[in-house]
């Protein structure tokens, strides 16, 4: 990131595991979110660089991600033909919602019938302690 005044550098945020297509700052200026070809987007906090978030789910790169105007959700589009709204907002409730994917993972794995219960959980959230 860049300071257009001045063109000197802020910050610099590395994670992705290919190149980023897609950028995309929170209505507060707080977050940053960003769509890669190694099919992930992830979270950032702008003023420290650090990974807030990865969100996985797509089967091939995203090369586009946009955050919503009231800053709770945001879009993404890949080259999988899809284009999934995720929840932005991360709080404690979030890690009960990653166990409990967890357990309708091992649900579905051994109930094919309920395969559709997957889009609940389409995504994987890692979250920094």
């Not at 709770?72 to 929840?87: G, H, L, P, Q």
């Amino acid at each position: 990131m860049w300071n257009a005044a001045t063109g000197t550098e802020i910050q610099t945020f590395k994670g992705h595991g290919s190149w980023v297509k897609s950028i995309s700052f929170s209505p507060d200026g707080k977050t940053l979110a960003s769509a890669s070809f190694d099919r992930a987007i992830k979270l950032w906090n702008v003023a420290d660089g650090k990974e807030i978030a990865t969100f996985e789910g797509h089967r091939d790169r995203v090369n586009d991600v946009h955050i919503s105007p009231d800053g709770k959700t945001f879009v993404s589009a890949s080259e999988d033909a899809t284009v999934r709204i995720w929840n932005l907002k991360l709080e404690a409730g979030d890690n009960l919602m990653k166990l409990s994917c967890q357990w309708l993972s091992n649900y579905i794995a051994n109930h094919p019938e309920a395969k559709d219960l997957a889009e609940i959980c389409d995504r994987e959230s890692s979250l920094d302690d």
